[in-house]
């Protein structure tokens, strides 16, 4: 995948895509220009099997959420009572009565007007691709709802989308014994898709699916998995209460042989290379494009820092998933190395999921974060996640020699305008707005050839201002930064879109994002993956604005431009 992305997966993105970050931060030491996020309004879900969130135009008025469907705290957009959005809409008399005086009626004000649209004509070709519904494969190995889902495909290619992107899930695959894989699902869909001639990115997703803002399928990891955790439940991510997060395995067990005598890494290595073997031809015949290797919660490259199971709301600054007994070991190790034993320990004042960055001691300005302790604590967990990108990235390319594979990194955009920015500290980015956390990712992912897939290219930081100040978030800075710091290590970058996008003005964004403007190296994303393939997706106007989008993004002409 690529929600959490910008892992935003994704959270998807990923805690879910409203696991896509958000973040804010004070000045950061880079440079980077003001940026912007789209608030989403409340549109009615996708058919049931392929549900995800839906987003709207900002210049569109926020609409209730219809009775008994979810809310992402993501979306963050106010909605009115209906009472309230009655009397708005009241013409009456001209006024409102109110007791014995008559109060005027407000002015009707007109919409800000949109800003001109840049002609992408002539510029570089970005293939497109969209995002399956998570559950397009079946526990029991079949297409869901597979008449549809081809009449659907078949619009997206007259539109022009060069290919789908599909999650093959480890607790499907891999469900009941190790190292036997059922692989009958995907080869029926694999079939389909290059009959109708479209290209592949598949996911190797080694997390479970559910409970992410998006998710409306369960799959969780595989039951032999979850035995194992009964008796050994240091196996998974765990918080400062003891409280274990499922979703993944800890990067504290990559090397350690608890899993049926097989590390972590052995098992996904396993994995990934009973796929290449099984679909050998597809990579021959080059239908499959790329493999994005899932390497943490929601598929992206981080801790489960903001689990919405553990009671997280967005703008929490999450909390440090190191409290398993074989990431203490690490850390005691580190100390030791480091010749001060005592600092074998995490944070206790770092506040909890819900906290905000100045009411915690080591988050606040010139808090513990900056003090020799604090920077020996994050440097060590934030080389946790680069190690365990390095080791699984390392095997990724024995598996999948000659072919191209992607990191998805989240976009955790909230709290980016404070100095510490505690929600990228808490999931592993060590990047306070002194120093520069997404240069040693993309040195990583350099050194295995891997290209870095980023979400919440369509946000818009005003519009996250407007409904969510207190969360200080910056998307558009910290895109700027990601994208940044991975040209400039020189990999290549794909993004996806951090929420469902149906709009315009955030098809802009993605469009700005994809292709900088007067960047004198002429640098441009690679790819762009859409979330998520949906009914709403072909309902109204959408389908012809994502039809126009993709000519955009394929740099041919449209004869609709906006002065």
């Known amino acids: 995948m690529l929600a959490p992305a910008i892992s935003l997966s994704s959270p998807s993105a990923a805690a879910t895509a409203a696991l896509l970050p958000v973040s804010s931060s004070c000045a950061p030491g880079i440079a980077v220009p003001p940026l912007a996020a789209r608030p989403i309004s409340r549109r009615a879900g996708c058919a049931p099997a392929l549900r995800t969130a839906a987003a709207s135009s900002p210049f569109v008025v926020p609409r209730a959420v219809p009775e008994g469907a979810p809310a992402s705290p993501l979306l963050a957009v106010p909605v009115p009572d209906d009472e309230d959005a009655d009397a708005a809409m009241d013409g009456g008399d001209g006024g409102e009565q109110t007791g014995l005086a008559t109060r005027p009626a407000a002015a009707v004000v007109a919409p800000p007007r949109p800003p001109p649209e840049r002609d992408f004509a002539g510029t570089p070709y970005v293939p497109v691709y969209v995002m399956l519904p998570l559950g397009v494969v079946t526990v029991k190995g079949e297409v869901a709802e597979a008449d549809e889902l081809v009449a659907q495909l078949r619009v997206l290619k007259a539109a022009g989308v060069d290919g789908v992107m599909v999650d093959c899930w480890w607790g499907n695959v891999e469900a009941h014994r190790p190292q036997e894989y059922n692989w009958a699902g995907y080869k029926r869909l694999f079939h389909i898709i290059r009959d109708l001639k479209l290209k592949l990115q598949v996911v190797m997703s080694f997390h479970e699916c559910g409970g992410n803002v998006g998710d409306d399928v369960s799959i969780p990891l595989p039951e032999w998995v979850i035995e194992i955790g009964k008796s050994n439940p240091d196996i998974y991510f765990t918080d400062r209460e003891g409280r274990r997060n499922t979703e993944c395995l800890s990067w504290g067990i990559d090397k350690e042989r608890v899993l049926q005598g097989r590390t972590a890494v052995e098992v996904y290595f396993d994995f990934m290379r009973s796929f290449r073997v099984e679909f050998d031809e ?37 909390e440090f998933q190191c409290y398993d007994r074989y990431l203490q070991k690490n850390l005691r190790r580190a100390a030791e190395a480091r010749g001060h034993a005592m600092w074998a320990k995490s944070p206790d004042n770092a506040g909890h999921y819900n906290s905000e960055p100045n009411n915690t001691g080591f988050f606040c300005d010139g808090g513990d974060y900056d003090s020799y302790y604090g920077r020996f604590f994050l440097n060590w967990y934030a080389q946790v996640l680069l190690d365990h990108a390095d080791r699984v990235l390392m095997l990724a390319r024995l598996a999948f020699e000659g072919s191209a594979i992607a990191v998805k990194v989240s976009g955790i955009h909230w709290w980016y305008k404070t100095a510490s920015h505690a929600a990228e500290l808490t999931a592993g980015f060590y990047n306070p707005c002194n120093r520069d956390g997404y240069a040693p990712i993309a040195q990583v992912l350099k050194k295995h050839g891997a290209a870095l897939n980023f979400t919440c290219v369509e946000l818009r930081t005003m519009d996250q201002h407007e409904v969510y100040p207190e969360a200080l978030a910056d998307p558009e800075g910290l895109v700027w930064q990601v994208l940044n710091a991975a040209w400039d290590a020189g990999i290549q970058v794909a993004s996806e879109n951090a929420l469902p996008c149906y709009d315009r003005d955030g098809f802009n964004k993605t469009l700005e994002n994809a292709k900088p403007r007067n960047d004198p190296d002429g640098r441009h994303l690679f790819g762009f993956t859409y979330l998520r393939l949906c009914s709403t997706l072909f309902e109204g106007p959408n389908l012809p604005e994502f039809e126009r989008f993709v000519k955009r993004m394929h740099g041919e002409a449209v004869h609709d431009l906006r002065a």
């Open 282 to 318: 597809y990579f021959e015949d080059g239908i499959i494009s790329e493999i994005e290797v899932g390497l943490g919660a929601c598929g992206e490259l981080r801790y489960p820092s903001y689990a919405a199971n553990h009671g997280w709301k967005y703008p929490g600054i999450g």
